[in-house]
Structures are given as C-alpha cells and as structure tokens.
C-alpha cells in the first residue's frame, strides 16, 4: 500500500473529521493498494500526551567511540577487531561503533578522549 496523501488539522479535507475527532486528530492519510484497487483513508488521533525531555546524553549507536584494551588481552583485541573496530594509534586507543560496545559488554572501557 501506498501513502500518497497526508493531510494535517487545518488543511482542506480534514473539517468533517476535525468536528468528529476534535484536537485529538493528529493527521488524514490516503492509502492506495493497486493490489486489490482499493482506496483507504485513515486517521491517526492523539490518545495520550504528556511531558518529555530528550535525552541529550543518548549516543547514537553508529557513533564511533574510543576504548581501552591492554596490549595482553588479545582476545578481547580479536573480538573488536571482528566487530568492526579499529585501531587508533595517535591516540592509543581502540575505535569502535558505539552499538558494538555496548553488545561486547565494554561500556566501562570507554575513553573521554574527544572523538
């Protein structure tokens, strides 16, 4: 099915179910399925609001973060290589994507070095 049409509160097309649903209409959505040629209209409504702070602590898990291996722990180096990381011999340090760390269980291995 295909979206080819979204309608927010205000725009023509969206009085009759703005006097149904009131504020709680969010948007109107014409779907097209070619499949069985049909036309579908849909609407998405609020059902619940409330308070929230984005978390600007949050790291992105493609974000490339630097952790710390000691030279003898080879196999922990062979399991970050696999995973993707890589070293950083400027800063001495292992470069890995952030998601991979946290899956490897390395969390408290990260530097505060400046990536």
């Known amino acids: ?17 703005f006097e149904e649903y009131g504020d709680k209409l969010f948007c109107v959505r014409y779907r097209y399925d070619s499949k ?15 308070s929230w702070e984005p978390n600007s602590h949050k790291i992105p898990g493609n974000k490339l973060v630097h952790i710390q291996i000691d030279y003898k722990e080879t196999y922990l180096r062979k399991l970050v290589k696999e995973a993707g990381g890589r070293w ?14 946290i899956q490897l269980g390395l969390k408290n291995r990260m530097s505060n070095a400046r990536n």
Do not use: N, S
């Not at 099915?1 to 179910?17: A, E, F, R, S």
């Not at 069985?36 to 409330?50: A, F, L, N, P, S």
């Not at 950083?88 to 760390?101: A, F, T």
């Open 1 to 17: 099915m295909k979206t080819l049409k979204k309608l927010i509160l205000g725009q023509p097309g969206t009085k009759k179910l």
């Open 36 to 50: 069985h040629q049909r036309k579908i209209k849909t609407v998405e409504i609020i059902i619940e609001e409330g």
């Open 88 to 101: 950083d011999g400027e800063k001495k340090l292992w470069e890995i994507p952030y998601k991979e760390v």
